[in-house]
């Protein structure tokens, strides 16, 4: 059974910097992509950024270009966010998502992904 577990959320000011963990297990395919999402209250659940596990190769929302970084771990199984300048705008449920089978179509497109972890809070304060 795939799991995806993430942490790293809570409240800082604007300005500040965040790291977020996505902790994967259960993996029985070795062909995937897993992306960081985002839903803010009131809002559709949006794509900020992922990472194919064939190269590495890595796609970003505009909104975050130059601020959040994705990188992998392969030893740890882990995926992490890093959110540098942040903006209260930032502020949402942030969510991993893993899309299996096609490590070399990179998109954040909510509906290409098929698993789904429970989600971390950030918050930013003005």
């Known amino acids: 059974e795939v799991q995806l577990v993430e942490s790293g959320g809570g409240l800082v000011q604007a300005g500040g910097s965040l790291r977020l963990s996505c902790a994967a297990s259960g993996f029985t395919f070795d062909d995937y992509a897993i992306g960081w999402f985002r839903q803010a209250p009131g809002k559709e659940r949006e794509g900020v950024s992922c990472?194919?596990?064939?190269?590495?190769?890595?796609s970003y929302a505009d909104s975050v270009k130059g601020r959040f970084t994705i990188s992998s771990d392969n030893a740890k199984n882990t995926v992490y966010l890093q959110m540098n300048s942040l903006k209260p705008e930032d502020t949402a449920v942030y969510y991993c998502?893993?899309?299996?089978?096609?490590?070399?179509?990179?998109?954040?497109?909510?509906?290409?992904?098929?698993?789904w972890g429970q989600g971390t809070q950030v918050t930013v304060s003005s």
């Open positions: 990472i194919s596990s064939a190269d590495g190769s890595t």
């Open positions: 998502a893993v899309e299996k089978g096609r490590s070399w179509y990179l998109t954040l497109e909510t509906d290409y992904y098929d698993y």
